[in-house]
């Protein structure tokens, strides 16, 4: 029985160890640390961005992002509905109002059009939402001209959850670096991984250095412990930014990895009825992070869950596509500016394992395990 094929597992390459190695040797075993200054400084490189701040996982990122912001009681922040929790649970940390924006059905992210509808709604009202959280999900930029386009007209500040699209692209630049700040993952799903960690990116020097003051328990300048605001113990571990500069190093390599997987699955399942992919908007580059897929029961003839489940069998991880946040029992309280897209999508989405080590027996197994289900239904159904 062949070892169980995990949907987005973590791909050490070879400089990791001696990075780590070398932070145990000069016994920079601590939450801050030359790994820590040089990780920030080849990050903020690599995305084109003036500042990065190494936190402790990119939903604290977003955290910080969000209060460095300002935002609390009676502000909303409209965030993408179809995405993981932790783009939402910041909102409500700082005791503001999410609301909910469905997704566009070319790219899976925010439909500016709905953005569009929840502030011109809140103007006819005299009011504003304060911030908008687009999503990159799965490795693609959302619209982000357009979005930004409907921030500055109406004084919406935009906070980019990137957490899934490090290495994508929106028309050359990196997501994260189009609003006032951008935050980054680097979970052990992630392209890249720290184990644990995540990135804030900003141009605003004041930004980083709040954030950075923020992560650190918040101590004002003094000999002694001194503190003028509430803080965190948010900062990337020393240790942890070893691992981090080792693995962007790949990053190039693993975006053109993933790719590939994609590609190969493309080829073999693309013919399959009622099978689509999700499809890459023409404005920049997808790093297909995780293949996505839809599966149209009426066409196929099996739902996406007989596909998990027959893959399961084999163990091999597959997921539906995330459900969206208006559909979680835990936000139902809020609004929500559409939802049939991204309710649908979790209906018929599902993502195939993607990890950028996997070899060609690994997508053929895979393959082998979906069309083995096309198979039966078919043959099922013409007798
Ligand atoms: C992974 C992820 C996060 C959170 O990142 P962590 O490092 O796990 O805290 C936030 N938003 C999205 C969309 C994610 O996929």
Redesign the pocket.
């Given at each position: 029985m062949p070892d169980r094929l995990y949907l987005s597992p973590p791909h050490i390459g070879p400089d990791e160890l001696a990075l780590v190695t070398e932070a145990f040797k000069t016994n920079w075993v601590a939450p801050v640390g030359p790994h820590v200054d040089a990780f920030e400084r080849e990050f903020a490189a690599y995305v084109g961005v003036e500042h990065a701040v190494a936190l402790s996982?990119?939903?604290?990122a977003?955290h910080l992002a969000l209060r460095d912001l300002g935002i609390g009681p009676g502000d909303e922040v409209a965030v993408s509905d179809l995405?993981?929790c932790?783009?939402v649970n910041p909102i409500l940390y700082e005791g503001a109002t999410p609301v909910f924006v469905d997704s566009e059905c070319r790219s899976w992210n925010l439909d500016p059009n709905l953005v569009e509808d929840l502030f011109r709604n809140r103007a006819a009202r005299g009011r504003q939402v304060t911030a908008l959280v687009p999503?990159h999900?799965y490795g693609q930029t959302a619209d982000l001209d357009a979005l930004v386009a409907l921030c500055e007209r109406y004084g919406v500040t935009m906070v980019e959850?990137a957490?899934?699209a490090l290495g994508a692209t929106y028309r050359d630049r990196s997501p994260g670096t189009f609003g006032r700040a951008g935050?980054f993952?680097?979970?052990g799903n992630?392209i890249i991984t720290t184990s644990?960690?995540?990135m804030l990116v900003t141009d605003r020097a004041e930004t980083a250095a709040h954030v950075k003051k923020m992560a650190t328990q918040a101590r004002d300048a003094a000999p002694h412990y001194e503190h003028s605001e509430v803080g965190y113990n948010y900062r990337l571990s020393n240790v942890l930014a070893g691992i981090g500069r080792g693995q962007l190093r790949q990053l190039d390599a693993r975006v053109a990895a993933r790719r590939r997987v994609f590609d190969a699955y493309v080829d073999a399942l693309g013919d399959l009825p009622g099978v689509d992919f999700m499809p890459e908007a023409a404005w920049g580059t997808h790093t297909r992070w995780l293949t996505c897929l839809t599966i149209d029961p009426e066409a196929a003839g099996v739902t996406r869950e007989d596909v998990r489940l027959a893959l399961e069998a084999d163990d091999v991880e597959a997921r539906p596509v995330w459900k969206p946040m208006h559909l979680q029992p835990v936000y139902a309280q809020y609004e929500t500016v559409g939802g049939a897209v991204s309710a649908d999508l979790f209906d018929r989405g599902l993502c195939l394992p993607s990890g950028s080590a996997m070899t060609e027996a690994d997508v053929e197994r895979v393959v082998h395990g979906v069309k083995s289900v096309f198979g039966t239904r078919t043959s099922r159904s013409a007798g």
């Open positions: 996982s990119g939903t604290a977003l995405t993981f932790a783009s999503v999900l959850d957490a899934e935050i993952s680097f979970n992630k644990g960690g995540g």
